[in-house]
């Protein structure tokens, strides 16, 4: 299985302000996947991010609010853009195993106040 | 449209007890994968199994079991002896086969909380 890691671990931040999440894989994937767990809830998917093309986002889920990048196999990035206390989840990374298996990050955490 | 349904939205049962965790599925799809995995209070998502759609054979591994029955779309998980450390949010998710085979996006059902008791 892959070893992702995600910075920051956790973070707190004001309304109208940006915070970028960073996710690293130990080994080269193919497809990377945003979640968003709001408090209490389920997973929801914000976007697929394929190396060398735009994010596929979800329906809900728009390229101003949630850019993200994918520089390369092992790398990428989620910005929450123009933070509202509704923007407070747990945002996950994910990466595909071989047997079609996903495997996750230990996560974000935000708050925003 | 492709859904997860986990009924069961907290479950508590006492140690050594044995717990069934229900999943039951919607997808239109003749290749489909299920998954469970665990989220314990520490919030990490653990994967447990994946289950392909051609595969319904049952699957034991230690004191986990599941149950796959496609023709009533549900991926039962069973807990044998259930300990505190079992206690986590578990969840059940579907996802399709997407374009050259690799995996598609994870339809996660709702999550089922199971408090093991001492």
């Known amino acids: 299985s892959a070893v992702i890691s995600q910075k920051p671990s956790r973070d707190i931040c004001q309304r109208g302000t940006s915070l970028t999440i960073q996710c690293q894989v130990d080994s080269q994937v193919t497809m990377m996947f945003w979640y968003r767990q709001q408090p209490g809830q389920s997973l929801t998917l914000i976007a697929t991010a394929n190396q060398g093309s735009e994010a596929t986002y979800e329906s809900g889920f728009v390229i101003d609010k949630f850019p993200i990048s994918r520089p390369n196999l092992t790398f990428s990035t989620l910005t929450v853009s123009n933070m509202s206390p509704e923007d407070s989840s747990i945002y996950l990374c994910?990466?595909?195993?071989?047997?079609?298996?996903?495997?996750f990050g230990p996560g974000t955490r935000l708050t925003v106040t | 449209a492709q859904k997860v349904t986990q009924a069961q939205t907290e479950i508590s049962v006492v140690e050594k007890e044995d717990v069934t965790l229900d999943c039951v599925y919607e997808?239109?799809?003749?290749?489909?994968?299920l998954f469970w995995y665990k989220q314990p209070p520490s919030g990490e998502l653990v994967f447990l199994i994946r289950r392909n759609s051609f595969d319904e054979q049952n699957e034991i591994s230690g004191r986990y079991s599941w149950n796959f029955q496609k023709s009533t779309s549900s991926f039962n998980f069973t807990i044998t002896a259930s300990q505190v450390v079992d206690s986590a949010v578990y969840f059940c998710?579907?996802?399709?086969?997407?374009?050259?085979?690799?995996?598609?996006?994870?339809?996660f059902g709702t999550g089922t909380l199971l408090a093991v008791q001492p």
């Open positions: 994910s990466v595909s195993g071989y047997s079609y298996e996903q495997y």
């Open positions: 997808t239109r799809d003749t290749t489909y994968y």
């Open positions: 998710a579907l996802s399709e086969e997407g374009y050259g085979g690799a995996t598609n996006k994870l339809i």
